[in-house]
């Protein structure tokens, strides 16, 4: 079980201590420093990618969280998958200035998060990694294509488009040895939690009871 964060100086620089370029005057230390970078670049920290950073974060969670509130970013840990992120703080008493855009998803982009997280609740149930192949994927996001469509070369790039997509957000892994097959990342979970994909879910398989309109955005968020 991983530590609590406990109030310590480690992440602070000595006042004696060599700044880490001409004119630095922050007081946080290089691998502190590093974790947080890592943070805002996200979308998250990765206990099984990002070895080095992990222990530094669990570390320094108080004065990382520290300086993300001076953003008004909050810091989300899930100890038990071993993943860190930010989330934008959001409160009804003062109009806090918004750091993370976030970007729509397109309809094949969301028709692709939906099954990734179907395929990890299944093998979650199961007790076992949720593994995906490439050509898997690809077939499932064909079944959208309108049945009139002409243009197949641009419905090919929007499906290549939508695996591109997942793979940035680093909602898949690439399996070591394996060019065709990727993992399910846990931080699915908590990126798009149960409640928004039952509603996603329901607006998905009405639209898709009338039409397939794999060119368009219909204002779903992806992760920061």
């Keep these: 079980m991983d530590a609590l964060p406990v109030d310590t100086d480690e992440a602070i620089l000595p006042s004696d201590a060599d700044a880490t370029f001409v004119g630095d005057t922050g007081q946080l230390v290089l691998e502190t420093r ?6 805002l670049l996200g979308p998250c920290v990765d206990a ?3 070895s080095r950073l992990w222990p530094v974060l669990l570390r320094d969670e108080a004065i990382l969280r520290s300086r993300l509130h001076d953003l008004f970013l909050d ?3 899930d100890r038990e998958q071993k993943i860190a992120f930010t989330r934008q703080v959001v409160t009804d008493n003062i109009d806090v200035p918004v750091l993370l855009r976030r970007a729509p998803l397109t309809f094949l982009e969301s028709a692709l998060v939906l ?3 179907q395929r990890l609740t299944e093998a979650d149930t199961r007790g076992e990694r949720a593994v995906v192949s490439r050509t898997e994927l690809l077939e499932h996001l064909q079944v959208f ?4 469509n002409v243009d197949h070369a641009r419905f090919e790039r929007q499906r290549e488009n939508a695996f591109e997509k997942a793979k940035t957000l680093n909602l898949l892994h ?3 040895g394996g060019d065709d097959r990727f993992e399910i990342s846990p931080t699915l979970k908590l990126l798009f939690p ?3 994909i039952q509603a996603l879910t329901q607006s998905y398989t009405a639209l898709t009871q009338t039409a397939h309109p794999a060119d368009t955005s219909h ?3 992806q992760a920061e």
Excluded at 145 to 148: A, Q
């Design 174 to 176: 690439r399996l070591r």
């Design 48 to 50: 099984h990618r990002q």
């Design 115 to 117: 099954f990734l997280r």
């Design 219 to 221: 204002g779903e968020e």
């Design 34 to 39: 590093r974790a947080l970078v890592q943070l």
């Design 75 to 77: 810091l989300i840990i």
């Design 145 to 148: 294509e309108r049945d009139r």
């Design 194 to 196: 149960a409640e928004e």
